[in-house]
Protein backbone atom coordinates (compact mmCIF):
# COMPACT_ATOMS: atom_id res chain seq x y z
CA UNK A 1 0.00 0.00 0.00
CA UNK A 2 1.49 3.29 -0.90
CA UNK A 3 2.04 5.99 2.00
CA UNK A 4 -0.14 9.40 1.37
CA UNK A 5 3.29 11.15 0.41
CA UNK A 6 3.78 8.76 -2.68
CA UNK A 7 0.19 9.13 -3.33
CA UNK A 8 0.60 13.02 -3.22
CA UNK A 9 3.87 12.92 -4.94
CA UNK A 10 5.96 14.23 -1.65
CA UNK A 11 8.82 11.58 -1.69
CA UNK A 12 11.88 12.02 -2.56
CA UNK A 13 12.57 10.68 -6.20
CA UNK A 14 15.34 7.85 -6.37
CA UNK A 15 17.64 7.67 -9.21
CA UNK A 16 19.83 4.41 -9.03
CA UNK A 17 22.06 5.24 -11.94
CA UNK A 18 23.62 7.83 -9.73
CA UNK A 19 22.81 6.32 -6.27
CA UNK A 20 21.28 9.47 -5.01
CA UNK A 21 17.24 11.35 -4.71
CA UNK A 22 16.04 14.54 -6.25
CA UNK A 23 13.17 16.61 -4.85
CA UNK A 24 9.44 15.29 -4.64
CA UNK A 25 7.32 16.11 -7.61
CA UNK A 26 5.28 17.96 -5.20
CA UNK A 27 8.05 20.36 -4.23
CA UNK A 28 9.28 20.69 -7.36
CA UNK A 29 6.48 22.23 -8.50
CA UNK A 30 5.88 24.25 -5.83
CA UNK A 31 9.49 25.69 -6.05
CA UNK A 32 10.95 24.82 -9.27
CA UNK A 33 8.47 26.12 -12.15
CA UNK A 34 9.65 25.90 -15.42
CA UNK A 35 9.81 29.74 -16.40
CA UNK A 36 11.07 32.57 -14.11
CA UNK A 37 9.75 36.10 -13.30
CA UNK A 38 13.11 37.29 -15.25
CA UNK A 39 12.39 40.81 -17.14
CA UNK A 40 15.23 42.16 -18.74
CA UNK A 41 16.18 45.99 -17.31
CA UNK A 42 17.98 48.67 -18.86
CA UNK A 43 20.70 49.78 -16.67
CA UNK A 44 21.64 53.81 -17.70
CA UNK A 45 24.99 53.93 -15.75
CA UNK A 46 25.97 50.41 -17.30
CA UNK A 47 29.75 49.88 -17.35
CA UNK A 48 30.42 49.85 -21.40
CA UNK A 49 34.58 48.98 -21.02
CA UNK A 50 33.77 45.02 -21.39
CA UNK A 51 36.31 44.98 -19.01
CA UNK A 52 34.37 44.24 -15.43
CA UNK A 53 33.92 41.66 -13.78
CA UNK A 54 32.16 39.19 -11.49
CA UNK A 55 34.22 36.17 -9.84
CA UNK A 56 31.34 33.11 -9.13
CA UNK A 57 33.11 31.03 -6.70
CA UNK A 58 31.13 27.81 -7.93
CA UNK A 59 30.38 24.19 -6.43
CA UNK A 60 32.16 21.29 -8.08
CA UNK A 61 30.96 18.55 -5.96
CA UNK A 62 26.96 17.36 -6.95
CA UNK A 63 26.25 15.10 -4.09
CA UNK A 64 25.23 15.69 -0.70
CA UNK A 65 25.23 13.27 1.87
CA UNK A 66 22.00 13.63 4.40
CA UNK A 67 22.23 13.03 8.24
CA UNK A 68 20.39 9.47 7.33
CA UNK A 69 22.86 8.56 4.86
CA UNK A 70 20.59 8.97 1.79
CA UNK A 71 22.21 10.86 -1.25
CA UNK A 72 20.68 14.08 -2.70
CA UNK A 73 21.70 15.09 -5.94
CA UNK A 74 22.74 19.14 -5.46
CA UNK A 75 25.17 21.67 -7.08
CA UNK A 76 24.35 25.20 -7.75
CA UNK A 77 21.27 25.92 -7.88
CA UNK A 78 20.66 27.48 -11.52
CA UNK A 79 17.98 30.10 -10.96
CA UNK A 80 19.88 31.13 -8.02
CA UNK A 81 22.86 31.70 -10.07
CA UNK A 82 21.84 32.99 -13.38
CA UNK A 83 19.38 35.48 -12.49
CA UNK A 84 21.62 37.37 -10.61
CA UNK A 85 24.21 37.29 -13.79
CA UNK A 86 21.73 38.37 -16.17
CA UNK A 87 21.10 41.27 -14.04
CA UNK A 88 25.04 41.73 -13.58
CA UNK A 89 26.22 40.95 -17.00
CA UNK A 90 23.39 43.34 -18.27
CA UNK A 91 25.42 46.07 -16.23
CA UNK A 92 28.34 45.53 -17.28
CA UNK A 93 29.82 42.96 -14.88
CA UNK A 94 31.36 39.86 -16.90
CA UNK A 95 31.29 36.15 -14.88
CA UNK A 96 34.14 34.69 -14.47
CA UNK A 97 33.63 30.68 -13.59
CA UNK A 98 36.22 29.01 -10.73
CA UNK A 99 35.92 25.96 -8.49
CA UNK A 100 38.16 24.14 -5.79
CA UNK A 101 39.35 21.67 -8.23
CA UNK A 102 39.19 23.51 -11.50
CA UNK A 103 36.42 20.61 -13.07
CA UNK A 104 33.00 21.28 -14.02
CA UNK A 105 30.25 23.64 -12.01
CA UNK A 106 28.06 21.00 -10.65
CA UNK A 107 24.09 22.14 -10.91
CA UNK A 108 20.73 21.27 -9.39
CA UNK A 109 19.14 20.44 -12.99
CA UNK A 110 16.03 19.67 -11.49
CA UNK A 111 15.65 23.37 -10.92
CA UNK A 112 16.69 24.54 -14.62
CA UNK A 113 13.56 26.53 -15.70
CA UNK A 114 13.10 24.88 -18.82
CA UNK A 115 11.01 26.91 -21.07
CA UNK A 116 12.56 29.86 -19.76
CA UNK A 117 14.26 31.25 -23.24
CA UNK A 118 16.24 34.02 -21.41
CA UNK A 119 17.93 32.12 -19.29
CA UNK A 120 18.77 28.90 -21.91
CA UNK A 121 19.94 31.44 -23.96
CA UNK A 122 22.55 32.62 -21.10
CA UNK A 123 23.61 28.88 -20.09
CA UNK A 124 24.07 28.34 -23.82
CA UNK A 125 26.65 31.60 -23.77
CA UNK A 126 28.72 30.78 -20.86
CA UNK A 127 28.53 26.76 -21.48
CA UNK A 128 32.09 26.41 -22.21
CA UNK A 129 33.60 28.14 -19.18
CA UNK A 130 30.79 26.06 -16.78
CA UNK A 131 32.14 23.41 -18.29
CA UNK A 132 36.29 24.61 -17.88
CA UNK A 133 35.86 26.67 -14.54
CA UNK A 134 39.16 28.20 -13.28
CA UNK A 135 40.48 26.83 -10.05
CA UNK A 136 40.09 29.12 -7.23
CA UNK A 137 44.02 28.44 -5.98
CA UNK A 138 44.67 30.12 -9.97
CA UNK A 139 41.96 32.84 -10.33
CA UNK A 140 43.13 34.29 -6.67
CA UNK A 141 46.56 35.26 -8.30
CA UNK A 142 45.35 37.42 -11.56
CA UNK A 143 42.47 39.41 -9.38
CA UNK A 144 43.31 43.25 -9.84
CA UNK A 145 41.65 46.02 -8.64
CA UNK A 146 40.50 47.37 -12.55
CA UNK A 147 38.23 44.37 -13.57
CA UNK A 148 37.14 42.61 -10.53
CA UNK A 149 34.12 43.63 -8.61
CA UNK A 150 32.35 41.69 -6.88
CA UNK A 151 32.84 38.38 -5.71
CA UNK A 152 29.44 35.81 -5.78
CA UNK A 153 28.47 32.53 -4.46
CA UNK A 154 25.08 31.36 -5.53
CA UNK A 155 22.56 29.47 -3.42
CA UNK A 156 21.73 25.02 -3.91
CA UNK A 157 22.50 23.33 -1.05
CA UNK A 158 25.84 22.55 -2.33
CA UNK A 159 27.05 26.04 -1.58
CA UNK A 160 27.81 23.93 2.44
CA UNK A 161 30.67 21.47 0.41
CA UNK A 162 33.88 22.60 0.26
CA UNK A 163 33.58 25.91 0.19
CA UNK A 164 32.85 26.56 3.90
CA UNK A 165 36.63 24.99 4.92
CA UNK A 166 38.81 26.17 2.10
CA UNK A 167 41.27 28.78 2.74
CA UNK A 168 41.33 29.63 -0.85
CA UNK A 169 38.19 30.90 -0.53
CA UNK A 170 39.08 32.50 2.19
CA UNK A 171 41.66 33.97 0.33
CA UNK A 172 39.43 35.19 -2.27
CA UNK A 173 36.71 37.08 0.48
CA UNK A 174 39.52 38.44 1.64
CA UNK A 175 41.01 39.80 -1.08
CA UNK A 176 37.75 41.28 -2.12
CA UNK A 177 37.26 43.11 1.54
CA UNK A 178 40.94 44.14 1.18
CA UNK A 179 40.21 45.80 -1.98
CA UNK A 180 36.36 47.65 -0.49
CA UNK A 181 35.12 45.47 -3.47
CA UNK A 182 31.40 43.69 -2.79
CA UNK A 183 30.24 40.31 -1.90
CA UNK A 184 27.27 38.87 -3.01
CA UNK A 185 25.78 35.63 -1.26
CA UNK A 186 22.58 34.18 -1.48
CA UNK A 187 20.27 31.85 0.05
CA UNK A 188 22.77 28.71 1.24
CA UNK A 189 25.42 30.93 -0.79
CA UNK A 190 26.17 32.68 3.18
CA UNK A 191 27.23 29.41 4.01
CA UNK A 192 30.92 30.10 2.20
CA UNK A 193 31.66 33.00 4.39
CA UNK A 194 32.50 30.41 7.33
CA UNK A 195 35.92 30.23 5.34
CA UNK A 196 36.72 33.62 7.11
CA UNK A 197 37.08 32.16 10.60
CA UNK A 198 39.75 29.57 9.35
CA UNK A 199 42.76 30.27 11.79
CA UNK A 200 40.70 32.95 13.08
CA UNK A 201 40.09 33.66 16.63
CA UNK A 202 36.07 34.72 17.04
CA UNK A 203 36.73 37.78 18.11
CA UNK A 204 39.05 38.26 14.74
CA UNK A 205 36.08 37.06 11.99
CA UNK A 206 35.91 40.44 9.87
CA UNK A 207 32.09 40.37 9.38
CA UNK A 208 31.18 39.87 13.53
CA UNK A 209 29.41 42.85 13.61
CA UNK A 210 27.39 42.16 10.58
CA UNK A 211 23.96 41.12 9.69
CA UNK A 212 23.36 38.42 7.24
CA UNK A 213 20.24 37.63 5.44
CA UNK A 214 20.01 33.88 4.48
CA UNK A 215 18.25 30.34 4.04
CA UNK A 216 18.55 29.10 7.85
CA UNK A 217 17.92 25.70 8.96
CA UNK A 218 14.64 25.69 9.26
CA UNK A 219 13.96 25.93 5.64
CA UNK A 220 16.07 22.72 5.30
CA UNK A 221 14.17 20.55 7.83
CA UNK A 222 10.77 22.26 6.31
CA UNK A 223 12.07 20.69 3.06
CA UNK A 224 12.66 17.36 4.44
CA UNK A 225 8.84 17.55 5.20
CA UNK A 226 7.73 17.96 1.81
CA UNK A 227 9.90 15.61 -0.31
CA UNK A 228 12.65 18.34 -1.17
CA UNK A 229 15.52 16.53 0.76
CA UNK A 230 15.50 13.18 1.40
CA UNK A 231 16.77 13.72 4.89
CA UNK A 232 17.93 16.55 7.31
CA UNK A 233 21.06 18.21 6.05
CA UNK A 234 24.67 17.43 7.93
Not at 11 to 27: F, G, M, Q
Not at 72 to 78: E, I, L, R, S, V
Request: aromatic letters at 8%.
Amino acid sequence: MKTLKEIIGAEPIYHPDIDAYTPSKASLALMAPDKTNYKEKDYPNADTSGKKKVLVLSVDQGILVCENGKRFKTGDHPVEMFLVLMHLEKAGFHPVFATLTGEKVQFEDWAFPSKDDAVIAFKAKHQKQLDNPFQISEIIKKLNVDEYEAVFVPGGQGAILGLPESKEVKSAFQWFMKNDKHLIVICHGPASLISLSIDEKDDDFPLKDYSLACLPSSGDNMGVKVGYLPGKMP
